[in-house]
């Protein structure tokens, strides 16, 4: 007898099943505000179903609006609502910015009872293009201050066993964050 394995063969199989339905929306707005224009934009996802079998022959779950699972995509937030908005408004070479980031509460399936906050993030900006001074030689240029989650929004913790307890592809896990940028185009 060795212990060599013979004749093994593995067999791929799609053992689990998806279906998703909701609603995108964008919408866009600008115009002349004082001396100079306002935008405000828009972007929303409001997901209806998901749906998922994690085996042939196992009860369909509905998941919208819940995070975890204990057979599918364990850690995963599927939250009815999420959304950005981003507000622009400029004046003579100063931009400034603010943008609300929505994120839905939702059910925990591995925990019965357990839900996670609604969480808002801000983010807030301001923009300077050296545009018009010293001759033009500073064309191009333009500097960027920010402050990211002003608020210091902490991320959710959910009991999920991965990812630090959270799912960071969702929620701000650094907390408050400044940073400045010089660009250049020439």
């Known amino acids: 007898m060795t212990s060599e394995i013979i004749d093994a063969s593995e067999l791929l199989k799609n ?3 998806f279906e998703t339905a909701g609603v995108d929306i964008q919408v866009d707005w600008a115009n002349t505000v004082g001396p100079d224009e306002l935008s405000v934009n ?3 996802t409001y997901m209806t179903t998901r749906e998922g079998v994690a085996f042939e022959g196992a009860p369909t779950d509905d998941l919208a609006g819940t ?3 204990r057979s599918l995509e364990i850690g995963v937030s599927r939250p009815d609502w999420k959304w950005t ?3 622009n408004y400029k004046v003579g070479n100063f931009g400034m910015n603010a943008r609300w980031r929505y994120i839905d509460s939702m059910v925990d399936n591995n925990v019965e009872g357990f839900e996670t906050d609604d ?3 801000i ?3 301001l923009t300077y293009e050296f545009r018009d001074i010293s001759g033009g030689s500073l064309d191009g240029l333009r500097g960027r201050i920010s402050v990211t989650n002003v608020t210091d929004q902490d991320s959710e913790i959910i009991p ?3 990812q630090a307890n959270t799912d960071s592809s969702t929620y701000d896990t650094r907390g408050l964050r400044y940073f400045v940028t010089l ?3 020439f």
């Open 160 to 162: 999920a066993r991965v």
């Open 42 to 44: 828009w972007i929303a």
């Open 123 to 125: 983010d807030l900006g």
């Open 85 to 87: 908005i981003n507000t």
């Open 183 to 185: 660009t250049y185009d």
């Open 15 to 17: 053992l689990a099943a």
């Open 119 to 121: 969480v808002n993030y």
């Open 67 to 69: 995070i975890g699972h």
